[in-house]
């Protein structure tokens, strides 16, 4: 393993926050901002989980954002949505641009507002990022962003922003066991095309597009009632435990809708999952991302 020049590298049995993590998802990444380090982590052939650190810059203003033009980094689960070309854009913006999708649909729930948080690079020159100096991205110095690149794959890398690493595992395994059950049940559901059963899996506080739950029922019985569904997988499950929204987990995953006619309908989608006052898993958001 080469390591740049401001990183530090050590090995990890587990992923932070990570409860699933398939194969088909490469490398996570976990901005602490308490620590302004960015940390890389990714399997090692032997099964365990390797760790680099690099020093980032966050919005002027801190982390936590809020609102628009607050100045400061989100906090919560996000994935790499595009990569831009920085050579039209300001010098600050260095080497590359990866835009994260935030807001998410729990962001958007929890009226949170702003957009155009990217991880980016820094002033040509810049050696060391200055702690807080951005508009609210992530930025990390050039040289490293852009050895950075093949490992950043756009609809896919993970994106998670914590103020400092719980490390702590307990009760992790049982909990992924649970929300991989609840995702297989809901596909179950929805493969069923039955909406009773379907609504069971949601919270009576859930909101979708500004939509509460009797709304979006009427939305997803109109979508049932025209698809001609012969059966709905899922694959490629990612789950993670959301930093800074107390028991909130997200589960990121693919579902293939087959249809009676031999078509096929492919998309990504996400569920915010929250334990009700019985202990139960519920959805409190989704969206297709």
């Known amino acids: ?66 609102r628009e033009g607050d100045l400061k980094t989100p906090y919560g689960v996000y994935f790499v949505v595009d990569r831009l070309d920085t050579s039209p854009l300001h010098p600050k913006y260095g080497s590359a641009a990866f835009p994260l999708d935030y807001p998410s649909a729990r962001d958007r729930q929890l009226g949170r507002t702003g957009s155009g948080i ?28 852009t050895a950075l690149i093949p490992r950043i794959d756009v609809l896919s890398t993970p ?27 809901w596909t179950d559901s929805l493969s069923e095309g039955r909406l009773d059963n379907l609504l069971e899996y949601y919270s009576t506080e859930f909101t979708y597009q500004g939509l509460g739950l009797d709304d979006f029922a009427v939305l997803q019985f109109d979508e049932m009632r025209s698809a001609e569904v012969a059966g709905v997988s899922f694959k490629d499950l990612f789950i993670a435990e959301d930093p800074s929204d107390d028991g909130v987990f997200v589960s990121r995953f693919k579902i293939a809708v087959k249809l009676t006619d031999g078509g096929l309908r492919q998309q990504r989608k996400r569920l915010y999952w929250q334990r009700d006052e019985a202990g139960v898993f519920k959805i409190i958001a989704e969206d297709e991302a």
């Open 159 to 185: 994106f998670i922003v914590t103020r400092a690493i719980k490390n702590d595992n307990e009760g992790a395994s049982s909990t992924r066991d649970e929300l991989t059950d609840a995702v297989a049940r």
């Open 118 to 145: 990217w991880l980016h690079g820094v002033l040509p020159g810049t050696v060391t990022p200055i702690p807080r100096d951005t508009d609210g991205c992530i930025a990390i110095n050039n040289d490293e962003l």
């Open 1 to 66: 393993m080469v390591l740049l020049w401001a990183s530090t590298s050590s090995a990890s049995e587990h992923l932070p926050y990570v409860l699933e993590w398939p194969s088909s998802t490469g490398d996570v990444f976990i901005a602490e901002t308490s620590t302004y380090r960015l940390h890389r982590y990714y399997r090692l052939d032997d099964g365990t989980v390797a760790v680099e650190s690099r020093p980032m810059s966050i919005g002027q203003n801190g982390a936590g954002k809020r």
